[in-house]
C-alpha cells in the first residue's frame, strides 16, 4: 500500500522539528545489518541520549532544509539512517563507533556537530574525547 502525501508531510514535519533541536547528526549506511544488530544499535544510541531513524532519502532531504544540516543534503544517497542528539556529541559518537567494531557493516557517510562538517574519520576521533560528564 503506498504511503500518502500527508503520511509524508508529517514524516518531513516530525523529522525537521527533531533535527531542529539536534546539535550533533550522524549519517550512517546500515547496509547488511540484521534486524537483531539494528535493534541492540538502536538501544545504544538511546542509552547515548540519542535518537536513530532510518529515513527515506527525498523526505529527509526536504527535512534538512532551512536548518543548520543543510550541508548533509548531498550524503542522503543509498540506505540511510540519521543518528542525532541534543546532548553530548561525544557520547553519540562513542555509542556508533563501539557498534561498529562489532558491526563493520556500520559506516558512517557523514555528520555534523554544532554546525560543522565532520568527515568519517573525524567521528571516530570525537568518539575519543571524553564525554561531558567525564
Known amino acids: ?4 502525501r500527508s503520511v509524508k508531510e508529517q514524516t518531513v514535519k516530525e523529522l525537521g522539528a527533531a533535527l531542529a533541536n539536534a546539535d550533533s547528526v550522524v549519517l550512517l549506511d546500515f547496509t547488511g545489518l540484521d534486524v537483531p544488530q539494528d535493534t541492540e544499535l538502536r538501544r545504544q544510541v538511546r542509552a547515548a541520549s540519542g535518537q536513530y531513524r532510518v529515513v527515506k532519502n527525498r523526505l529527509a532531504k526536504i527535512a534538512v ?4 544540516f543543510e550541508p548533509l543534503r548531498d ?5 540511510t539512517a540519521i543518528a542525532f542528539s541534543d546532548a553530548d556529541p561525544a557520547s553519540l559518537a562513542k ?3 563501539t557498534f561498529a567494531k562489532d558491526a563493520p557493516e ?4 557523514a555528520a555534523m556537530v ?12 570525537l568518539a575519543t574525547l571524553p564525554t561531558k560528564p567525564e
Not at 106 to 109: E, I, N, R, Y
Request: zero cysteines; glycine letters at 10%; a positive charge.
Open 106 to 109: 556500520l559506516k558512517v557517510k
Open 75 to 79: 550524503s542522503f544517497r543509498g540506505t
Open 114 to 125: 554544532s554546525g560543522r562538517e565532520l568527515a568519517p574519520a573525524d567521528v571516530e576521533r
Open 65 to 68: 532544509t532551512g536548518t543548520v
Open 95 to 97: 555509542a556508533l563507533v
Open 1 to 4: 500500500m503506498p504511503v500518502t
